[in-house]
Structure formats: C-alpha cells, structure tokens
T-cell receptor, first 114, second 116 residues
Framework: DTEVTQTPKHLVMGMTNKKSLKCEQHMGHRAMYWYKQKAKKPPELMFVYSYEKLSINESVPSRFSPECPNSSLLNLHLHALQPEDSALYLC?????????????FGPGTRLTVT | GENVEQHPSTLSVQEGDSAVIKCTYSDSASNYFPWYKQELGKGPQLIIDIRSNVGEKKDQRIAVTLNKTAKHFSLHITETQPEDSAVYFCAASKGAGGTSYGKLTFGQGTILTVHP
C-alpha cells in the first residue's frame, strides 16, 4: 500500500480566515513533505519533517505553519493567506533511512484564496 | 544547487508509437532519478526510478536510461496508449548525509498527448 490521503480535496478561503490541511499515511514512513504546485509547474518543496521534527523550511512565509502531531499525520495551518497562495498543495512521504528514497504523493488539496 | 532541465515541454504521438522524454542534471553528486506521472486533478504518481549504480531499468512498457558521464537520463514509453496522456516530471536527488529524507529537484514537466 503506497497511499497518502489528504483532506479536504478542495478549499476556498478568504484572506482573513484560518484553515488547516491534513495529510495521513500508514506506510510507516518517517519523512513527510509539503509541496506547493501552481498550474503547469512542477511541485515546489515547502517543508520536510523527519521523525516528527521539522528538518527543512524552504523560506516559506509564516502564514503557512506546519505541524507533525505523530508519525502518520501532517498538518498545514493557513492564516492570512494571499490570492497568490492559491495552488494545489501536495503532501508526500518517504521511508526512513533512504535519503534518496521514493517519495509517494497524495492527491492534493486545491486551495483557492479569495 | 541542483538544476534539472526537461525536454520536450509538449509531446504528441499516435497510439502505438513510442515516446521519449529527456532530462539533464547539473549536480554530479545526484544519485537517484525518479519519474512521476501526473494526471489532471491528481497528485504525481511514481512510475519508475533509477539509481546511479544502474544504467537502465525496465518495467513493462516503460524504461529509464541513465548516462552518468553525460549527466542525462531518459524515459521511454513503448506502445503508447491514450491513458498514457498526462504530465510527466523527471527529478533528481542526492543523499543528504545523515538524514532520512530526500530533496527532489524536478524538471519543468512534459505534457504527453497520445491520440487514438
């Protein structure tokens, strides 16, 4: 099973709202990732969690706040977003001790900021 | 940092033809090269990958070749079918010593259209 699930599938929010994106995997993977993907572009890495600790923050604005409550769950908290933050937000996971290992992506959350 | 260039940006073939997508990378330390297929409205799906100690890998109708000297790798799809239509991304990664995660650098993507 190589499934990563994400909720919600679609999200529309105003610039003053607070919302959260959720990601879950049950493959025992200990690295989890958040990516942002604009239309017709490749995914851009935002954050990496390794063993529930934040390992990489790719200079993401503070209006995006990641959280890893346990080894299976990854959240992305959103606050005071801008219209240019509208994109597909992808979660991925990979197996521990495989620094060049396979990353498995979820279906994404389509976010629209109005 | 790593830079990955992917060509062509669009590719149109007839059903049954072969399709080839090429990528070049800049960092000679990169040692892992996955290919992802992304269908409309879905997340990227890992379809095949190759590591730097292997020159070629095949899985049914898809194959990947790697030339470490020239720093390029290619995806080959034979006997294409309409369901192969999607955006294909190549990527490169290198082991970050002492870490348990990989940082992928993606190419810009190829829109493959297979006409029935």
């Amino acid at each position: 099973d190589t499934e990563v699930t994400q909720t919600p599938k679609h999200l529309v929010m105003g610039m003053t709202n607070k919302k959260s994106l959720k990601c879950e995997q049950h493959m025992g993977h200990r690295a989890m990732y958040w990516y942002k993907q604009k239309a017709k572009k490749p995914p851009e890495l935002m954050f990496v969690y390794s063993y529930e600790k934040l390992s990489i923050n790719e200079s993401v604005p503070s209006r995006f706040s990641p959280e890893c409550p346990n080894s299976s769950l990854l959240n992305l908290h959103l606050h005071a977003l801008q219209p240019e933050d509208s994109a597909l937000y992808l979660c991925a996971s990979s197996q521990e001790n495989k620094p060049s290992g396979e990353q498995y992506f979820g279906p994404g959350t389509r976010l629209t900021v109005t | 940092g790593e830079n990955v260039e992917q060509h062509p940006s669009t590719l149109s073939v007839q059903e049954g033809d072969s399709a080839v997508i090429k990528c070049t990378y800049s960092d000679s330390a990169s040692n892992y090269f996955p290919w992802y297929k992304q269908e409309l409205g879905k997340g990227p799906q890992l379809i095949i990958d190759i590591r730097s100690n292997v020159g070629e890998k095949k899985d049914q109708r898809i194959a990947v070749t790697l030339n470490k000297t020239a720093k390029h790798f290619s995806l080959h799809i034979t006997e294409t079918q309409p369901e192969d239509s999607a955006v294909y991304f190549c990527a490169a990664s290198k082991g970050a010593g002492g870490t348990s995660y990989g940082k992928l650098t993606f190419g810009q993507g190829t829109i493959l259209t297979v006409h029935p």
